[in-house]
T-cell receptor, first 111, second 114 residues
Framework: QKEVEQDPGPLSVPEGAIVSLNCTYS??????FMWYRQYSRKGPELLMY????GNKEDGRFTAQVDKSSKYISLFIRDSQPSDSATYLC???????????FGTGTRLQVFP | GAGVSQSPSNKVTEKGKDVELRCDPI?????LYWYRQSLGQGLEFLIY????????KSGLPSDRFSAERTGGSVSTLTIQRTQQEDSAVYLC????????????FGPGTRLLVL
């Protein structure tokens, strides 16, 4: 079993929809959680990060962490075609420097 | 400012040949990471360098893989006697320092071993 599980999709939604992307993890030592966005043939770029359970909002994006369930989510409101990309969750143990990534979920937002 | 750059952007090689992949981190970043991204897989950590400390090589899949970082800046990932299963995108990232700093990724080198 992988330490981080993520549905690879693809997920196809119409413009304006609310998108929910999720990851589960098995290592309770993970304390630092991130979401990266990767456009085709580009490197990943950091979207959001959080250290604690609860919600963190940034514009149309909300990151949610539930440590008791070992479950993290990224919500995208009013999705746009420009949001079409692969979204990767990543996490690490405080005090270590390695990120453990999910496989990524491919999102397609159609006009 | 300039981001992380990697070269070549694409590399096709024959099984058994050696390849070298280069990464130029963001100026001033002391931490440098190498990852591998295979089809259907997430990013797999390979190795990271932090300043002048000994690198963390715990993610290297075999002794055919090695990396060095010269002068605390440019890094080269070398794969000896390439195998078809080495075909992947090799991504480099740098951060101001290791730990909870944001990692900035380059565009990757797409390696195809025939």
């Amino acid at each position: 079993q992988k330490e981080v599980e993520q549905d690879p999709g693809p997920l196809s939604v119409p413009e304006g929809a609310i998108v929910s992307l999720n990851c589960t993890y098995s290592n309770s030592a993970f304390q630092y959680f991130m979401w990266y966005r990767q456009y085709s043939r580009k490197g990943p770029e950091l979207l959001m990060y959080t250290y604690s359970s609860g919600n963190k909002e940034d514009g149309r994006f909300t990151a949610q962490v539930d440590k008791s369930s070992k479950y993290i989510s990224l919500f995208i409101r009013d999705s746009q075609p420009s949001d079409s990309a692969t979204y990767l969750c990543a996490m690490s143990i405080v005090g270590t420097d390695k990120l453990i990534f999910g496989t990524g979920t491919r999102l397609q937002v159609f006009p | 400012g300039a981001g992380v750059s990697q070269s070549p952007s694409n590399k096709v090689t024959e099984k058994g040949k050696d390849v070298e992949l280069r990464c130029d981190p963001i100026s001033g970043h002391t931490a440098l990471y190498w990852y591998r991204q295979s089809l259907g897989q997430g990013l797999e950590f390979l190795i990271y360098f932090q300043g002048n400390s000994a690198p963390d090589k715990s993610g290297l899949p075999s002794d055919r893989f090695s990396a060095e970082r010269t002068g605390g800046s440019v890094s080269t990932l070398t794969i000896q006697r390439t195998q078809q299963e080495d075909s992947a995108v090799y991504l480099c990232a740098s951060s101001y320092r290791a730990g909870r700093e944001t990692q900035y990724f380059g565009p990757g080198t797409r390696l195809l071993v025939l």
